[in-house]
């Protein structure tokens, strides 16, 4: 890991914590959403 990102349990510990937030199905879901919004993907398939 690049040393301004910290040691590795620090970096552990942040997947964790945003894991559990659901930080990254927020922001899988607003992606979707956006590209749905452009008509970039077909969401019904």
Do not use: C, H, K
Not at 20 to 45: P, S, Y
């Amino acid at each position: 890991m690049p040393a301004e990102d910290g040691n590795w349990s620090t970096i552990y510990d942040r997947f964790r914590a945003w894991a559990r937030q659901a930080v990254f199905e927020t922001v899988m879901n607003a992606m979707i959403a956006e590209t749905g919004a452009r008509g970039d993907v077909d969401l019904d398939r």
